[in-house]
């Protein structure tokens, strides 16, 4: 008999070997007593799916959709639903999940395969005649529907290598072919609903029956598939508008199609032909041609007769790359004859006994309340009538706000560049009229997936950013910058993602190489994070992803690039 231990109730029970999750949480379920339906746990802190067999002592925990792993598993079934969906309404069509957006799920339908992908080079191709339709919706809806109805399972293979990439090349998927074959792994898992096959990195939910909660519908081109709220599963969670996010996403396929890369296969063939270093070139080219229009269009907005521009506000979330990011647009702005001179929203700190605290009573130094923003703005409001202004000096060590006699004069040529958490924030520059603002958000929308259906969500890729410069300033370690992380994504949520459709430009800070360099720097700091930790669940869950692609060094990335200011 195994002994099993339930992290939800700290009670531990006998099962017999061979004891399924599922199985384990019908005999504590009216202990537990979660208020929302369970669709995962983790086994001695990594995630597994409820199907999943125990044959040792292991400590259990059941998780439902709001914990990150059980949402990621909601969500991960559901894009196989809508895939068999597909495959059911349009045989032979090709589904593409590319990202998220407006809370949901951004998708692409070619309906008629034929020439509209090109395999050897994994390019997305859509005519005007493969556009999807509102009755192509309902269509798609409807036979969703029946197969939960239908409670059809998920039925999970464990296959060779070899075996999965035969049962993918039957069936003309390219894009897991060359995922598979490129990862280096003896054995895979490929997953079954129905007759339709599919491969996932992370473990699904039994049966479609436990998908009760989502929608779908007509978005621009393509679909959008709607998930649960984070914080109430039970519903669906409410869309917000996001066109111009929705254009950035855009614009990072056309620089897929421009390098000939779609997804981790074609990164790693690339590697592997010795193209490395073309690709970090052509991708710090295409990064560096964006950052000219940038501060050409700043310069052109800074000359005009009415309202010239004079302000550039620059914010983003967390490892998003912004301070790399000012520095190379000043060289740009530098270069069009205008003299930015930066201007820091720390220096506006209040006094830190001054600053707000969280329930814990720790400092919020993420809330607005810790600038001083009316004072900001007033200098600001000084500086562009032509005076001259003292501006504060902040000491991090008194943790107090110090006037040093450091002064500003605005010249006929000078634009302030502001960057900040809350630059965005309109309490920031409320007296500032917006056409005298150009306003600037950067985040690392990552620009490649593992295959059509596994796409790479961005924090992940902020995240991995943040731990290795966190541990190689010796900051913190990895189980210390994961546990931090929640916190770090509720105040983005909270101070920073309500003002990224506000702004005038967006810049996507992620490479399509950026993986395979990072895995080099990642893969042995995450190792570090102790197993009987709860940080060790995403340690390891990022450790498995970062593996598909083959690592290279870092010694080509140009000084100047964005990925400098982590790796270094």
């Not at 339908?109 to 192509?136: P, Q």
């Not at 990011?325 to 000043?330: A, M, N």
């Not at 000491?395 to 006929?412: A, D, I, P, S, Y």
Request: proline residues 4%; aromatic residues 10%; neutral net charge.
């Amino acid at each position: 008999m195994l002994q099993i231990r339930c992290k939800n109730n700290n009670v531990t029970k006998s099962f017999a070997e061979g004891t399924s999750l599922l199985e384990v949480y019908q005999e504590f379920a009216d202990d537990i007593k979660l208020p929302y339906p369970v669709v995962s746990a983790r086994v001695n802190n990594t995630s597994q799916g409820l199907k999943f067999r125990l044959f040792q002592n292991r400590d259990v925990e059941f998780l439902d959709a709001r914990e990150g792993s059980g949402h990621r598993v909601y969500v991960r079934s559901l894009s196989f639903l809508l895939y068999k969906a597909t495959q059911d309404v349009f045989p032979g069509s090709k589904l593409f999940i590319e990202h998220s957006l407006s809370r949901g799920y951004y998708c692409n339908l070619n309906k008629e395969r034929r020439s509209k992908e090109r395999r050897s080079e994994g390019i997305r191709r859509l005519e005007a005649g493969d556009k999807v339709t509102d009755e192509d919706v309902a269509k798609i809806k409807a036979r969703m529907q029946e197969i939960v109805d239908l409670d059809m399972p998920f039925r999970r293979t464990e296959a060779t290598n070899e075996e999965a990439i035969r049962v993918f090349s039957e069936r003309g998927f390219s894009d897991k072919v060359k995922l598979l074959e490129t990862s280096g792994q003896i054995y895979s898992d490929y997953y079954t609903l129905g007759d339709t096959v599919d491969y996932y990195y992370g473990p699904l939910v039994p049966s479609a029956g436990y998908l009760k909660v989502w929608d779908l519908e007509r978005y621009e081109d393509g679909l959008l598939l709607r998930v649960p709220d984070w914080h109430n599963p039970l519903k669906v969670a409410e869309k917000i508008p996001q066109p111009k996010t929705f254009e950035m996403f855009a614009e990072k396929t056309r620089w897929d199609i421009i390098m000939r890369l779609s997804n981790a296969g074609d990164v790693n063939k690339a590697i592997m032909r010795g193209h490395a270093s073309e690709l970090i070139q052509v991708s710090e080219a295409l990064q560096e041609k964006k950052i000219v229009q940038i501060a050409e269009e700043i310069d052109r907005r800074f000359h005009r007769e009415k309202d010239p521009v004079r302000i550039v506000l620059i914010t983003g979330p967390s490892s998003s790359g912004k301070t790399t990011f000012c520095k190379r647009l000043s060289v740009q702005l530098l270069a069009c004859g205008l003299r930015p001179i930066s201007f820091s929203t720390d220096d506006y700190f209040v006094n830190r006994v001054d600053t707000p605290k969280l329930p814990n009573g720790d400092y919020d130094f993420d809330n607005i309340e810790t600038v001083e923003y009316a004072l900001l703005e007033d200098h600001l409001l000084r500086l562009m009538q032509g005076e001259r202004v003292e501006i504060p000096e902040y000491n991090f060590v008194t943790g107090k706000r110090e006037w040093n006699g450091k002064k500003l004069k605005l010249g006929n040529d000078t634009v302030l560049i502001i960057e900040g958490i809350h630059a965005l924030n309109p309490l920031l520059t409320k007296k500032i009229p917006d056409t005298l603002k150009y306003k600037v958000f950067i985040s690392a929308l990552t620009s490649i997936s593992l295959d059509d259906h596994n796409w790479i969500p961005t924090r992940d890729n902020r995240l991995l950013r943040r731990i290795i410069r966190d541990y190689n300033k010796g900051a913190f370690t990895a189980q210390q910058t994961i546990a931090q992380w929640k916190n770090v994504v509720e105040s983005e949520d909270q101070w920073i993602s309500p003002f990224q459709e506000t702004a005038d430009v967006m810049f996507n800070s992620a490479l399509n190489i950026e993986f395979a360099v990072l895995r080099t720097h990642a893969e042995i700091i995450l190792a570090s994070v102790p197993r009987n930790c709860p940080e060790y669940s995403d340690a390891h869950r990022l450790l498995k992803f970062i593996r598909y692609f083959i690592p290279i060094s870092d010694t080509e990335i140009p000084p100047t690039s964005i990925m400098r200011e982590f790796l270094d």
